[in-house]
């Protein structure tokens, strides 16, 4: 074990990191999404020769740049953020990690970079077909650079294609496809892009709503209405389909996070899914305390959305602290257990090693290896640090989960009723349409904090808690930092605000 932690130093960089990041993750989703929505209108122009169509792909295409901007200067702060808080990790897992980063950085920005200017400044300087291929390049290689950096996180989720190097303390890459092909990559990639998608569509259609209240540019938002509407249909299909396949990969590799967001204590079979709760604020595992105040359940369906079997087993927090035997399960203390043996067998190895004691060696290196997949849990102090914030876990998942069941229903009525050219007198529903896109950004951001704060106090699942791979600064300077970079960011947030409201203020004709 790591004796001496400075837990509140730790705390501080998790909450530097999480700001930076759900900073970040209000400008990339709607940047995945609205490049493909330019390139759809732009296509529209293009078959037509229709110059609404012009002027509407450049409208948008104006709200694009912006925040394409932005949400670069704070992906770029991110990524930093691995070297000044979390230097241990960068350290043992950058051999791995590192690729798809670098990978991103040279294919998908260079990709987008080289297209961005044609883009925007190639109008009259190109072929019409020239520009709309530039567009289309655009929004690839916006999603390429998504898929690269979800590549990167999926593998923290579900560490594979590896395998930890004794010698120099850190783990390597063995395999770059199996990293590239992990199960939770393609789920994270295909639901973080969906829903990205998704909010785009919200975003047109919130804007588009504040048009027609305004009885101004309404046939340029009905326009965009339709296709956004239909965009967003398609990707919320997406969205559930994935969000599904998720939850699945999910209770195969990380079963604690599965309980948590459904608040599940106790095993089950044929476990019910929780459509609605409150649970109860003072239930710890193993206290017999009953974990909701008030529930409804559908029978039996966590167990077919989780394994696919109806009536099978679901493991709850219990389960998996204290262990079940009658399925199998080990409990985290066994695990703590096993992973102080490899921690020790580790520090025998190379002791062994650097005093030219070869059997020595080869001895702790096999006890090493007998224990090896435990290494991380061996740095936690007791088993109950395995788990993660029920209730935060819980609510946001809930509520990702009842926002993401009510935008298809926005799409579908603004289609049908924009289709009949009945919207502009269903002022309700056009109000709906005016604050879909924050709750949108609200179900992006609960998304996350399923994903990231659900799989702690894991920074790699099972191999490397974040107390071991922080950074030894002290609280002040990442307090510092911090706070800083809350200015900063907010600042950027309102500069991107505002000058969106002045360009929407303006309208099409003006861009």
Same mark, same amino acid.
């Given at each position: 074990?790591?004796?001496?932690?400075?837990?509140?130093?730790?705390?501080?960089?998790?909450?530097?990191?999480?700001?930076?990041?759900?900073?970040?993750?209000?400008?990339?989703?709607?940047?995945?999404?609205?490049?493909?929505?330019?390139?759809?209108?732009?296509?529209?122009?293009?078959?037509?020769?229709?110059?609404?169509?012009?002027?509407?792909?450049?409208?948008?295409?104006?709200?694009?740049?912006?925040?394409?901007?932005?949400?670069?200067?704070?992906?770029?702060?991110?990524?930093?953020?691995?070297?000044?808080?979390?230097?241990?990790?960068?350290?043992?897992?950058?051999?791995?990690?590192?690729?798809?980063?670098?990978?991103?950085?040279?294919?998908?920005?260079?990709?987008?970079?080289?297209?961005?200017?044609?883009?925007?400044?190639?109008?009259?300087?190109?072929?019409?077909?020239?520009?709309?291929?530039?567009?289309?390049?655009?929004?690839?290689?916006?999603?390429?650079?998504?898929?690269?950096?979800?590549?990167?996180?999926?593998?923290?989720?579900?560490?594979?294609?590896?395998?930890?190097?004794?010698?120099?303390?850190?783990?390597?890459?063995?395999?770059?496809?199996?990293?590239?092909?992990?199960?939770?990559?393609? #789920?994270? @990639?295909?639901? &973080?892009? +969906? !829903?990205? =998608? *998704? $909010?785009? #569509?919200? @975003?047109?259609? &919130?804007? +588009? !709503?504040? =048009? *027609? $209240?305004?009885?101004?540019?309404?046939?340029?938002?009905?326009?965009?209405?339709?296709?956004?509407?239909?965009?967003?249909?398609?990707?919320?299909?997406?969205?559930?389909?994935?969000?599904?396949?998720?939850?699945?990969?999910?209770?195969?590799?990380?079963?604690?996070?599965?309980?948590?967001?459904?608040?599940?204590?106790?095993?089950?079979?044929?476990?019910?899914?929780?459509?609605?709760?409150?649970?109860?604020?003072?239930?710890?595992?193993?206290?017999?305390?009953?974990?909701?105040?008030?529930?409804?359940?559908?029978?039996?369906?966590?167990?077919?959305?989780?394994?696919?079997?109806?009536?099978?087993?679901?493991?709850?927090?219990?389960?998996?602290?204290?262990?079940?035997?009658?399925?199998?399960?080990?409990?985290?203390?066994?695990?703590?257990?096993?992973?102080?043996?490899?921690?020790?067998?580790?520090?025998?190895?190379?002791?062994?090693?650097?005093?030219?004691?070869?059997?020595?060696?080869?001895?702790?290196?096999?006890?090493?290896?007998?224990?090896?997949?435990?290494?991380?849990?061996?740095?936690?102090?007791?088993?109950?640090?395995?788990?993660?914030?029920?209730?935060?876990?819980?609510?946001?998942?809930?509520?990702?989960?009842?926002?993401?069941?009510?935008?298809?229903?926005?799409?579908?009525?603004?289609?049908?009723?924009?289709?009949?050219?009945?919207?502009?007198?269903?002022?309700?529903?056009?109000?709906?349409?005016?604050?879909?896109?924050?709750?949108?950004?609200?179900?992006?951001?609960?998304?996350?904090?399923?994903?990231?704060?659900?799989?702690?106090?894991?920074?790699?699942?099972?191999?490397?808690?974040?107390?071991?791979?922080?950074?030894?600064?002290?609280?002040?300077?990442?307090?510092?930092?911090?706070?800083?970079?809350?200015?900063?960011?907010?600042?950027?947030?309102?500069?991107?605000?505002?000058?969106?409201?002045?360009?929407?203020?303006?309208?099409?004709?003006?861009?």
């Amino acid at each position: 074990m790591i004796e001496g932690i400075d837990l509140s130093q730790v705390n501080w960089a998790r909450a530097q990191f999480a700001l930076t990041a759900m900073y970040h993750w209000i400008f990339v989703p709607l940047t995945l999404g609205l490049s493909f929505l330019c390139a759809f209108f732009e296509t529209f122009y293009v078959k037509t020769g229709k110059e609404e169509w012009k002027k509407l792909t450049r409208f948008w295409m104006a709200l694009f740049a912006v925040n394409f901007a932005i949400g670069v200067a704070t992906g770029l702060i991110l990524e930093f953020e691995f070297g000044t808080n979390w230097s241990n990790y960068s350290w043992m897992v950058g051999d791995i990690f590192g690729a798809p980063l670098a990978i991103e950085g040279i294919l998908a920005f260079f990709l987008e970079a080289t297209f961005f200017a044609v883009m925007f400044f190639g109008w009259d300087r190109v072929s019409r077909g020239f520009h709309l291929f530039s567009t289309w390049m655009v929004a690839i290689g916006s999603n390429l650079s998504a898929l690269w950096i979800l590549v990167a996180n999926g593998w923290m989720q579900h560490p594979v294609g590896m395998a930890f190097n004794p010698d120099t303390a850190r783990f390597e890459m063995k395999n770059f496809f199996d990293v590239i092909l992990s199960p939770v990559a393609i #789920s994270k @990639f295909c639901h &973080s892009t +969906s !829903s990205g =998608f *998704l $909010l785009a #569509s919200l @975003f047109v259609i &919130s804007i +588009s !709503s504040w =048009f *027609l $209240l305004k009885n101004r540019h309404q046939e340029m938002a009905k326009r965009s209405i339709i296709v956004a509407s239909v965009f967003g249909l398609v990707s919320s299909g997406f969205v559930g389909l994935t969000g599904d396949e998720a939850a699945y990969t999910c209770a195969r590799v990380q079963p604690m996070k599965l309980a948590a967001f459904e608040g599940l204590y106790n095993g089950e079979d044929s476990a019910g899914l929780v459509a609605m709760g409150l649970l109860n604020s003072t239930k710890e595992a193993g206290d017999g305390q009953q974990p909701f105040i008030v529930e409804m359940k559908i029978p039996g369906m966590l167990s077919l959305l989780a394994n696919r079997q109806p009536g099978s087993f679901v493991p709850g927090i219990e389960d998996i602290l204290y262990g079940n035997e009658e399925h199998g399960i080990m409990g985290i203390d066994k695990k703590i257990s096993k992973g102080r043996i490899a921690i020790e067998q580790l520090a025998l190895y190379k002791k062994a090693k650097d005093n030219g004691n070869k059997l020595g060696a080869q001895t702790a290196m096999d006890g090493f290896r007998e224990n090896e997949q435990y290494l991380g849990f061996g740095y936690l102090k007791e088993a109950k640090e395995a788990v993660p914030p029920v209730p935060l876990t819980f609510y946001s998942f809930h509520l990702m989960v009842a926002l993401g069941s009510l935008f298809p229903l926005i799409f579908l009525l603004f289609l049908v009723l924009t289709a009949r050219n009945l919207i502009e007198s269903q002022r309700w529903l056009l109000g709906i349409g005016l604050v879909s896109f924050l709750l949108g950004e609200i179900a992006g951001q609960a998304g996350w904090v399923v994903a990231e704060v659900g799989r702690q106090p894991w920074t790699i699942q099972n191999m490397l808690p974040v107390t071991v791979a922080r950074t030894n600064l002290t609280v002040g300077a990442v307090q510092t930092t911090f706070l800083m970079f809350l200015v900063l960011f907010t600042v950027l947030l309102i500069a991107e605000v505002r000058i969106m409201l002045s360009q929407i203020s303006k309208g099409p004709e003006e861009v």
